[in-house]
């Protein structure tokens, strides 16, 4: 094993405005008790990269100015903190970049997703668009046997993608997937290896994304040419799909899930709303007596388990979804790529 390094340059939230991003120099983080110290392999670009690249308010009342972005990554264990015992040097890992205090009460009903005293590695805390990183010992899941490690920065969006999906009926269900950005394709190839028994594919007018739709598993796809409801109705024999999910973000697409859905059905939100106050068809979801559902992140540890099965099992067909793979020194062309949408994942490698 190559020695670390003191130093390191990376890619840093430096300037308060639009993009402001250099790429600067950092000690190398020494891990502290319980945690361990990853030399980056790859970390791909979330939706959440592209928020605080265009430093929307939201960025900037939770991203200090100075911080080292990135959260979807994986690696290799270079070093340990005192007491870790469950990993060794060596180990391939992803990160779970939800960072959880693992003693509230939403932590001890199994809810560390969402815990009390939480924040996100990346984000409130520096992350991964750099070669070295440290994080919490639990926080490091060794990737599934024979998996490429370049594939397993995709876990945490794909795991947005089960959680969201389980949240209501998959095996043998209708689902519709409303958003095809990489985690609606994720959803839609998710569904497909969980046994749904159809699939309607949701976008308004990324060609590219719906043709990549169709080719991971989608039965249907239909965009703004459409009357998206009544397609969706049509396609179930009137009814409804029996689990919407909604990755779009947009107000319109979160009524049609509410239309579109069968009486006593499940709609399943991972989306975030520029406006956080969508307007919601009410009647509709009581007199449907629907179910619905906001999704956070990943449960610690179900869904992962689930993905891992997934993965080991070769169900999921990364190499169509990972559609680019550049390298860390085209950062900002990345994000470029990543905001115009012609792409599914976009991932950086660092070798
Ligand atoms: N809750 C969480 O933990 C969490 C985590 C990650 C991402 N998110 C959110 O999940 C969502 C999905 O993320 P992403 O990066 O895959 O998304 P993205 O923004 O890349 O893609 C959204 C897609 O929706 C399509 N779209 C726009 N209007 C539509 C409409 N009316 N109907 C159907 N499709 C439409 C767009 O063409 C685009 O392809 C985002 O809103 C993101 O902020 C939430
Ligand atoms: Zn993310
Ligand atoms: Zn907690």
Known sequence: MNEVPTTMFAWTKTIDSTGGFTRIEHPVPIPAAGEVLVKTHSTSICGTDIHIWKWDQWSREN?????????????????????VNSHSLGDLVA??????????????EGNAHICENG????????????????????????IPEGLDPGYASIQDPLGNAIHTLTGGPVKGATVAIHGLGPI?????NAAKAMGAAKIIAVDWENTYRMNLAKSLGADLVIGKENDIVAEILAATDGR????SCEFSGSPQALANTVHSTRMGGYVNILS????????????????????????????????????????????????????H??????????????????????VLDFN
């Not at 990160?95 to 001890?108: F, K, M, S, T, V």
């Not at 409804?240 to 689990?243: K, Q, R």
């Not at 793979?325 to 994942?345: P, Y």
């Open 184 to 188: 609606g394709l994720l959803a839609v």
């Open 272 to 323: 975030v709303y520029g406006n956080s106050m969508p307007e919601v068809p009410m009647n509709e979801v009581v007199f449907r007596y629907l179910h619905i559902k906001g999704i956070n992140g990943r449960k610690m540890w179900s869904t992962w388990d689930t993905m891992h099965d997934l993965l080991k099992q070769e169900l999921i067909d990364v190499d169509t979804i990972l559609t």
């Open 240 to 243: 409804g799909v029996d689990n």
């Open 63 to 83: 991203v200090p100015l100075g911080t080292i972005t990135g959260h979807e990554t994986c690696g290799e264990i270079v070093g340990l903190g005192d007491g």
């Open 325 to 346: 793979r550049m390298s860390i020194d085209d950062f900002e062309q990345a994000i470029d790529l990543a905001i115009v949408g012609n792409c599914g994942k976009v």
């Open 119 to 142: 924040s996100i590695f990346g984000v409130h805390s520096n992350g991964a668009f750099g070669p070295y990183f440290v994080i919490p010992a639990v926080n490091a899941r060794q």
């Open 95 to 108: 990160i779970e970049c939800h960072l959880a205090c693992w003693d509230c009460p939403r932590c001890n």
